[in-house]
Nanobody, 127 residues
Framework: QVQLVESGGGLVQAGGSLRLSCAAS????????MGWFRQAPGKEREFVAA????????SYADSVKGRFTISRDNAKNTVYLQMNSLKPEDTAVYYC????????????????????WGQGTQVTVST
């Protein structure tokens, strides 16, 4: 079992920045690829970013590429999402998720690939 706790959400003006953190406890953190997803009111949960268990590769949704950066610190069992140049359309609940790594697998972008989820943290971007 893996427990994930997000923090760092809040209210920010358009153009501003926020840094989300996700602290993991339980089984070995480095056994998991980590991802960030978000869900806006009335919309489906969508992929934002993912990072390989080793930190060696990352993947981003087109809507956030160049503005958001995912990183991880395996010594601290923590994954981060640095969000810059925020837009009102980035407003959503942001979720951290963990996917157990498999032999030679691709970095997962699908919700169904992830095994554990955090409770979410609200990000609101005002105009």
């Amino acid at each position: 079992q893996v427990q994930l706790v997000e923090s760092g959400g809040g209210l920010v003006q358009a153009g501003g920045s926020l840094r989300l953190s996700c602290a993991a406890s339980g089984r070995t953190f480095s056994s998991y690829h980590m991802g960030w997803f978000r869900q806006a009111p009335g919309k489906e949960r969508e992929f934002v970013a993912a990072i390989r268990w080793s930190g060696g590769s990352t993947s981003y949704a087109d809507s956030v590429k160049g503005r958001f950066t995912i990183s991880r610190d395996n010594a601290k069992n923590t994954v981060y999402l640095q969000m810059n140049s925020l837009k009102p359309e980035d407003t959503a609940v942001y979720y951290c998720a963990a996917a157990l790594r498999r032999f030679m697998d691709d970095l997962p972008r699908s919700l169904t690939r992830y095994d554990y989820w955090g409770q979410g943290t609200q990000v609101t971007v005002s105009t």
